[in-house]
């Protein structure tokens, strides 16, 4: 896996003028495909995302990455009119509940009337926002199946 | 642990105060709390203050404007609950025998960031993927409808009821009513919210002075009794967590009315985190008000109305009374000891005799929420 930070991704949703809201969560495998960065315990296998420096589990510091699931079901949402600067209004946000028992907020690339409770979802990548410098701003986010 | 009343209360109208410090909008609501209690300064043993974003040292700023210090002066940070977790640290301290008088402000300039939604942490991993307050609250209620049937206009009366009451309140931010059509005709903050689903931001301060049993019955007869005070935190979950059920404050319900002796029942009066509509609906059913998924049920029954059996918020809540953060735990200690004590104007609970004070908040990744405090007040 590669850190997205460091390199050209799908080059759809970006380029060399993007950047990712949080390079360390997301990785792109071969093919470019987004994967979930989230962390396993080497004592007790506790997942964790995004990957705890001690597991909340056992306090062991021996945590180390895992791929997630990139597949799961929509557990809420809210269609997000008023933000902070930089985030462009309005946008999906929702839990997605992944297969292997981990619940990730995030951005659901898709018009507000697809959206339903427990959709299922998969992992993509989508812009979300400008920065202060006005780079488009990339994130993992879901699409419907 | 010995008895703790409360002897003097102070209250700043919530609202917009840009022209202010914090310190300036603070000290009104402690001198008038001091003055209440007819405590001489010299005799308050400790101050704890409350504000979330308020910066340094905000109580020194507040004490020192009155010329009151040399005491022991803590500031306290627990997001929404900040001044419902000094009040508890300042019940501790006066029912270990510590101390004797103390005095509790809660105080917030929210003006300071020029309006919208509360700035949050940025070191949270959710915060930084977009979640915003209004969202969190949005998704707990969108889930709440799907299992339970609750439609966004049965929703929106939780905030014409806020208004209805904060209508009758002088010290109430917004004191106006609204109607369910404006409710659902006002802009959109996070579906299925609109404005009116929204707690305001704004400006204020609130104090209260508790003492000992022995030394509150030399200033007051028959004061007002706090018969419980907990705080608890959220619970820290990676994976699934059932958003319709509010465990935190349930959690800490409980432990109160165990402290307090009492239970959902003897309740007259509560005022209860309402930061957004689901909000309450939510903590009806953890407080035992009613049954899991018949909160609106009770809502429409007008049981927590004014003139119902278990008044909810007659103060307007935080919908309508407002949320300067960090003073909404003493604001709320404010309205139910005035309460009990019969004093609450055009807003008031007849016979109150048990009420209830939670506050609880802070949008943080993994948790129900940061903190929740509760008290529970008797006379």
Redesign the interface.
């Given at each position: 896996m590669t850190n997205p930070g460091t390199l050209v991704v799908n080059p759809d949703a970006a380029s060399a003028d993007s950047r990712f809201v949080a390079p360390e969560l997301v990785a792109l495998d071969a093919k470019g495909a987004p994967r979930l960065i989230g962390g396993r315990c080497a004592k007790c296998s506790a997942v964790s995302f995004p990957r705890a420096a001690v597991c909340t589990e056992c306090l062991s510091e021996e945590v180390a990455e895992t791929e997630l699931a990139h597949e799961g079901k929509l557990y809420s949402f809210s269609v997000v009119h008023q933000a902070p600067r930089g985030w462009t209004v309005p946008y999906a946000l929702g839990y997605v509940d992944l297969s292997d028992d981990v619940r990730v907020l995030a951005h659901i690339d898709a018009p507000a009337e697809q959206l339903s409770i427990d959709m299922p979802l998969r992992l993509s990548v989508g812009a979300v926002g400008i920065d202060t410098a006005g780079v488009p701003l990339l994130s993992y986010t879901f699409t419907p199946v | 642990m010995r008895d703790v009343c409360v002897i003097g209360t102070g209250l700043v109208p919530f609202g917009k105060y840009p022209d202010k410090t914090l310190a300036e909008i603070g000290w009104p609501a402690v001198r008038e709390a001091i003055l209440e209690s007819g405590v001489p300064p010299k005799q308050i043993d400790a101050v704890y203050c409350g504000t979330a974003l308020g910066g340094m040292l905000a109580g020194q700023r507040v004490m020192k404007s009155l010329g009151v210090t040399g005491m022991s002066i803590i500031n306290v940070e627990n997001a929404c609950s900040s001044s419902s977790s000094a009040l508890a640290e300042a019940w501790t301290a006066v029912a270990s025998g510590r101390h004797d008088v103390v005095v509790v402000v809660g105080v917030e300039k929210l003006t300071k960031f020029g309006g919208?939604?509360l700035?949050l942490e940025k070191e949270d991993?959710?915060v930084?993927?977009?979640?915003?307050m209004?969202?969190l609250y949005?998704?707990?209620a969108?889930?709440y409808m799907?299992e339970y049937g609750l439609t966004a206009r049965q929703l929106g009366e939780v905030a014409v009821k806020a208004h209805d009451h904060g209508a009758l309140n002088p010290n109430a931010q917004i004191r106006k009513r609204v109607t369910i059509e404006e409710v659902m005709a006002s802009?959109?903050?996070?579906?299925?919210?609109t404005l009116w689903h929204c707690c305001p931001t704004g400006d204020g301060a609130a104090a209260v002075i508790i003492a000992s049993g022995d030394v509150a019955r030399r200033h007051k007869t028959d004061p007002v009794r706090v018969t419980a005070s907990e705080v608890t935190s959220g619970l820290?979950t990676?994976?699934?967590?059932d958003?319709t059920w509010a465990e935190l404050t349930a959690r800490g319900a409980k432990e109160a009315y165990e402290m307090a002796g009492v239970g959902p029942a003897d309740v007259d009066v509560a005022e209860i985190h309402d930061a957004f509509t689901i909000a309450e609906l939510m903590y009806y059913e953890a407080f035992g008000f009613c049954e899991r998924g018949h909160a609106y049920e009770l809502l429409a029954s007008g049981a927590t109305s004014l003139g119902g059996d278990i008044c909810v918020n007659p103060s307007g809540g935080l919908l309508s009374r407002g949320h300067p953060v960090g003073a909404t735990g003493a604001a709320q200690a404010v309205e139910i000891v005035r309460q009990l004590e019969g004093r609450a104007g055009a807003h008031q609970v007849e016979g109150a005799r048990v009420g209830l004070a939670h506050a609880t908040g802070g949008g943080i990744?993994g948790l129900d929420h940061g903190a929740c405090s509760i008290h529970i007040f008797a006379r």
């Open positions: - | 919208g939604t700035p991993w959710e930084n993927q977009g979640m915003v209004p969202a949005a998704m707990r969108r889930r799907h802009r959109p903050v996070a579906d299925p919210f820290y990676n994976g699934y967590r958003m990744a």
